[in-house]
T-cell receptor, first 112, second 114 residues
């Protein structure tokens, strides 16, 4: 079946540091890929998405590129802020199965 | 406000009891998903409905059941509750089953079993 593997957390960075959270996937066909973010005490919300190979999703300074050859969708941000502290989930949607699969989440803490 | 409404926000009950969690999807969304989030197991997919029909099943226990009604709201029933069922239960909805399927999550229902 489909699976998503994320970099284990927690990740702790200083403000303005560079962020990378690794995500790789296994799926049949050509899934769509997503990053969701969960701020403390809230539900998950979409951060960015990419629906086909080589697409780059971007939002709020975060970026991720759909790499079919490496089955990866790594999340990056050039300069993190304290307000970016949250749990980040990588996910895929398998159109054939009509099903979403989430990674385990990576907790990011940004210190001033 | 995401547009997905979950009730109740918090629920405390005892082992052996039965509870019902309710979800109203975002207006226009036909698909509803239920997830369980606990500290030790991350986000676990339970079940999905699309336009009233069960679409996919994940790691849902036999003690749990769900349904989606004609008005598209959904209920998750948890019975014979155990301490390990304490978790955050999220409902999410999506427009359809297309490739750019974005899930919109509710704020969750926190269940505590004592």
């Amino acid at each position: 079946g489909d699976s998503v593997t994320q970099m284990e957390g927690p990740v702790t960075l200083s403000e303005e540091a560079f962020l990378t959270i690794n995500c790789t996937y296994t799926a049949t066909g050509y899934p769509s890929l997503f990053w969701y973010v969960q701020y403390p005490g809230e539900g998950l919300q979409l951060l960015l998405k990419a629906t086909k190979a080589d697409d780059k999703g971007s939002n709020k300074g975060f970026e991720a590129t759909y790499r079919k050859e490496t089955t990866s969708f790594h999340l990056e941000k050039g300069s993190v802020q304290v307000s970016d502290s949250a749990v980040y989930f990588c996910a895929l949607f398998n159109t054939n199965a009509g099903k979403s699969t989430f990674g385990d989440g990576t907790t990011l803490t940004v210190k001033p | 406000d995401s547009g997905v409404t979950q009730t109740p926000k918090h629920l405390i009950t005892a082992t052996g009891q039965r509870v019902t969690l309710r979800c109203s999807p975002r207006s226009g969304d036909l698909s509803v998903y239920w997830y369980q989030q606990s500290l030790d197991q991350g986000l676990q997919f339970l079940i999905q409905y699309y336009n009233g029909e069960e679409r996919a099943k994940g790691n849902i226990l036999e003690r749990f059941s769900a349904q989606q009604f004609p008005d598209l709201h959904s209920e998750l029933n948890l019975s014979s509750l155990e301490l390990g069922d304490s978790a955050l239960y999220f409902c999410a909805s999506s427009r359809d089953l297309s490739g750019a399927n974005v899930l919109t999550f509710g704020a969750g229902s926190r269940l505590t079993v004592l």
